[in-house]
């Protein structure tokens, strides 16, 4: 049976992602408005409940207000906003997040979509606290690089028009120096931790790609885990998803540079154990497409379990 779909929000870099993805589907049937349709509250509410499943790609109130069109339960969300990251109500749209993860999304009549920088640091981190290994209590620090992409269309252009070596901020520039990121929240919440990391994140001249680098002393872990320990425990926890691949210790020991585009286009993520038992250091690296694994792809991913698990 062919679902009627959507997307609020469509002339953005995530809603214009998504409508591509779905492109020549047969199983779908994409609901689209006029621009002048758009700005019009009544058309948009009305296209929403007439949806079996909407997807949301907007600013973080304009999605509550989208929210609030939904006349009954029986329309469907996937909200990619930060707006309902950490909201008990919504189900945490990260299908590799826990076991029961995928089940809860194919039933669920409200899917917050991850956001793209926590997505690494969470699927790091959450198995080892589930595990034990990391103390919730532990002051994690989590550095990300993002494409300029990951900053929405006003930043593609920005950077496209002026020529990548002359965008103002320069070709690599951190922000979010004040601790007050708006995804904060998620890495807090959903990484199973007692308080926010601290976050650097930053922005580089290329458009596509991510990667979060999380550094952890094993003599502050539990257990007296090792190298292997780490690495054992999230292949473990990743055998079953196939999205997500944890590169065997012997062929990360191999690597000596990592691109944080190398999987631009992509809906895979890859995790990589570095370190050094002698000095009881170890990194924690993710890489992944923004928009891919990060953001529409992830959108989709999760429109695909709703889509099995029907109404």
């Known amino acids: 049976m062919v679902q009627n779909i959507f997307i609020d929000g469509s002339a953005g870099t995530t809603g214009l992602q ?21 700005k019009d509250p009544l058309i948009r509410a009305q296209a929403l409940n007439d949806a079996d499943i909407s997807i949301l790609c907007l ?20 909200d990619t906003s930060t707006a309902h990251r950490v909201d008990p109500g ?3 749209g990260l299908p590799e997040y826990a076991p029961e993860q995928a089940d809860l999304i194919r039933a669920a009549r409200r899917v917050s979509n991850p956001g793209c920088y926590p997505t690494g640091p969470i699927l790091c981190l959450s198995p080892l606290v589930r595990a034990g290994i990391l103390p919730a209590s532990y002051p994690v620090s989590v550095a990300a690089v993002s494409g300029y992409s990951g ?10 028009d002026a020529g ?10 951190i922000y979010g120096l004040q601790q007050r990121h708006k995804h ?13 990391p601290a976050f650097v994140p930053s922005i580089a001249s290329f458009p596509q790609g991510m990667m979060t ?3 952890l002393d094993l003599s502050h872990l539990n257990g007296a885990p090792t190298l292997e320990t780490i690495h054992r425990t999230l292949a473990a926890f990743y055998e079953a998803y196939p999205r997500i691949e944890v590169i065997p210790l012997a062929e990360a020991k191999e690597v000596t540079s990592l691109d944080a585009d190398m999987l631009a286009n992509s809906d895979q993520l890859q995790i990589y154990v570095f370190g050094n038992a002698e000095s009881g250091q170890v990194v924690l ?16 991913q999760n429109l695909d379990l709703m889509l099995e698990g029907g109404a």
């Open 151 to 160: 900053g929405g269309r006003q930043m593609i252009e920005q950077y496209e």
């Open 285 to 300: 690296v993710a890489v992944y497409d923004n928009l891919g694994k990060g953001a529409s792809g992830a959108a989709v």
């Open 18 to 38: 998504i409508q591509g993805r779905l492109g020549g589907r047969s199983d779908i049937a994409l609901i689209t408005l006029t621009e002048a349709e758009k």
């Open 90 to 92: 919504w189900v945490y």
């Open 213 to 215: 680098e999380i550094a």
């Open 184 to 196: 904060l929240p998620e890495m807090h919440i959903r990484g199973l931790l007692n308080k926010p």
């Open 59 to 78: 600013p973080d109130a304009a999605a509550r207000e989208s929210v609030s069109f939904a006349c009954s339960n029986s329309v469907r969300i996937i």
């Open 164 to 173: 990548l070596a002359t965008y103002a901020p320069g070709a690599y520039h």
